[in-house]
């Protein structure tokens, strides 16, 4: 008998998805199916899609969704989690709903140690409305609401989400991670799978930031993607674990090599 | 159950509780913080959970999170705080989760008062949130018929899939009435189950999505008409109004509602004291209004009164019910200043005498 040493995660749906060449969202995607998979709460799991170019995040998961407005993911999980606490609920977000419109609700979900998941994808611009600064915009980086490049004594200095709610004193799991190789990507997987673990324990709330690349909107091809978001976005979102919730944490570590 | 004199608030929070509300959402606002309050004590007694939010938005969109997981859910606020819940309410209505919210009316704009008052029934019956959509708005008069409308509203926002807006003032939030539960309360009407909700793909079906989204205009188009079908069926079978003394002969009809309608009623009295016969038509649902009952009243009227604690915002429903066959006189108090059962009187005398000059434009 011929054995399966590779199959799609039965927790993504067999489709195609809208994302661009050389964006990491489906990678992102697949790594949180596998999760879900392994640790077979694929029927009790509800996702919430936010508004960004993971908006469509409902058709390509195997599981149950709900859409949120811009922003509120971490609002509308607390609403289901509360309802039906033996649910596993987890948020996909990318920067701009996550670290601009939905700052108040990622901060207090975490601040109320909500036993929820939450994937953030941060690719340092607003990626569906088409390429606009975002709060994790680097400095000089070019967009279409700064064609000069950040300036930073007028937009602020890119917002480092794992460090800011890692500072929270309610216990929970925070770390960053990339996936702009495979290599770096077992990594993120891992993170993945030990905040999905945690909810499951109903230890505590859990953020996995994950750093990713858009192509079409930096106006880079997608192999030099992948480099232009190591050498310039690792050395300032280094990747690690921020928070653990017996109160440990590891330092983060520059990924630059 | 026997009567028990409670405060408005807490009659809502018991009435949802009795209704089967599991979750309660809410940020604190004037004059309304005595309804969490109430809940965040109440629903742990019945394996229920209420979560202060951070906002007026959170709250709302932890609503949108509890209702797309199936469970009978509400929050409150006032009239502020009702403006930054106008995300949700637009999202609740196009992904059709039902929810029951509660505007203890302040008076505005802006930061405005905490006084009653009747500025927000453009907001509730109009303009709850973007897009093409409506929600029932049932407007209680006494402690009473807001808790039994409370309970009426987990109903009917269960049946429509919708949110059904409970709108109130000070009034009803503040004073203190004889309230009676009644025990072994049938819903008043008939419920599926909720399918449709995420509560695990446990395999039996395909996964569910709660979503708003529809990128397709065709698409789109046939939700819009789903929900306007919606909308249609209240307008026909869901108007709620009360008629007081229609049956007598009477010059002048009055139109008021909520706690304004009960300052009217008192007039009323005063008038018939007087032997001057007045009538009155207090709209319960204020979406649907209840265009025919008004329009049918006024006919035997030689005018009309509109009474309102807002610079004139039903008005337009009654111009819209009259159709010009009948002159429309307007009385009102704003900023939180109540109308009194005498100035009633002395508008109902002056129309009656041609001293009140109609009203030309709202």
Redesign the interface.
């Known amino acids: 008998m011929p054995e399966t040493v590779f199959a799609r995660p039965q927790a993504l749906a067999d489709v195609s998805t809208h994302y661009c060449p050389g964006c990491t969202h489906g990678v992102i995607h697949r790594l949180v199916a596998e999760v879900i998979d392994e640790l077979g709460v694929r029927e009790r799991t509800v996702g919430i899609a936010p508004v960004g170019c993971a908006v469509l995040a409902y058709n390509y998961f195997n599981t149950d969704f709900q859409e949120a407005a811009h922003g509120r993911a971490p609002a509308v999980a607390t609403g289901v989690k509360k309802a039906r606490p033996d649910l596993i609920v987890f948020a996909y977000q990318g920067d701009g709903d996550l670290a601009s419109i939905g700052m108040a609700e990622i901060v207090h979900c975490a601040n109320r140690g909500e036993k929820v998941t939450v994937v953030f994808v941060n690719n340092a611009i607003y990626g569906m409305t088409g390429g606009q600064m975002a709060p994790t915009t680097m400095p000089g980086q070019v967009a279409t609401t700064c064609q000069l490049g950040r300036d930073v004594d007028q937009s602020g200095h890119p917002i480092r989400v794992s460090e800011m709610i890692s500072t929270l004193r309610t216990p929970s799991f925070v770390a960053r991670a990339t996936v702009h190789n495979p290599l770096v990507a077992v990594h993120a997987k891992e993170m993945l799978r030990r905040a999905f673990r945690y909810q499951v324990d109903g230890t505590c709330f859990s953020l996995v930031e994950i750093l990713s690349t858009c192509p079409t909107n930096w106006g880079i091809p997608p192999v030099e993607s992948m480099s232009w978001l190591e050498k310039n976005m690792l050395p300032y979102y280094p990747v690690g674990i921020f928070k653990t919730p017996d109160g440990g944490s590891r330092e983060p570590r520059p990924m630059t090599e | 159950m026997t009567k028990k004199l409670m405060k408005g608030s807490e009659a809502i929070g018991e009435a949802a509780v009795q209704a089967g509300c599991?979750?309660f959402?809410g940020y604190p606002i004037t004059p309304q913080n005595e309804i969490p309050e109430y809940m965040s004590m109440r629903l742990p007694q019945v394996g229920g959970?209420f979560?202060q939010?951070?906002?007026e938005?959170?709250?709302s969109?932890?609503?949108?999170?509890?209702?797309?997981?199936?469970?009978r859910?509400m929050t409150s606020s006032s009239s502020p705080g009702v403006s930054l819940m106008a995300?949700?309410m637009s999202?609740l209505a196009g992904?059709e989760l039902p929810a029951v919210v509660v505007n203890i009316v302040r008076a505005g704009p802006g930061l405005g008062g905490i006084l009653p008052s009747q500025g927000d029934y453009f907001q509730a019956t109009r303009a709850l949130g973007h897009g093409d959509f409506r929600v029932m708005v049932l407007a209680p008069w006494s402690i009473q018929e807001a808790a039994d409308l409370v309970q009426d509203a987990f109903d009917l926002a269960d049946y429509y899939r919708n949110p059904v807006l409970v709108l109130g003032d000070g009034l009803i939030g503040q004073m203190m009435e004889p309230v009676e539960f009644s025990e072994g309360r049938e819903p008043i009407k008939a419920l599926d189950t909720k399918s449709w909700a995420?509560?695990?793909?446990?395999?039996s079906r395909p996964?569910?999505?709660?979503?708003?989204?529809f990128l397709d205009p065709e698409e789109l188009e046939r939700h819009n008409l789903k929900l306007k079908a919606k909308f249609d069926a209240m307008a026909e079978v869901e108007v709620r109004y009360e008629a007081y003394d229609i049956d007598d002969d009477y010059d002048v009809l009055i139109v008021a509602y909520g706690t304004v309608a009960r300052v009217c009623s008192t007039a009323m009295e005063e008038l018939k004291e007087e032997g001057i016969s007045a009538a009155l038509i207090r709209p319960i649902t204020l979406f649907p209004f209840p265009f025919a009952a008004v329009r049918d009243a006024a006919m035997k009227a030689s005018s009309v009164l509109v009474v309102e604690l807002s610079t004139g915002q039903m008005i337009e429903d009654v111009q819209l019910a009259l159709a010009r066959s009948r002159p429309i006189h307007f009385h009102n108090r704003l900023g939180g200043m109540l109308v009194s059962p005498d100035e009633v009187v002395a508008k109902v005398k002056s129309m009656l005498d041609g001293s009140s000059e109609e009203v030309r434009h709202a």
């Open positions: 599991k979750l959402f959970t979560v939010a951070e906002s938005v959170a709250a969109n932890m609503i949108y999170g509890a209702a797309g997981a199936g469970e859910v995300e949700a999202y992904s995420t509560t695990g793909c446990d395999g996964p569910n999505v709660v979503n708003s989204l």
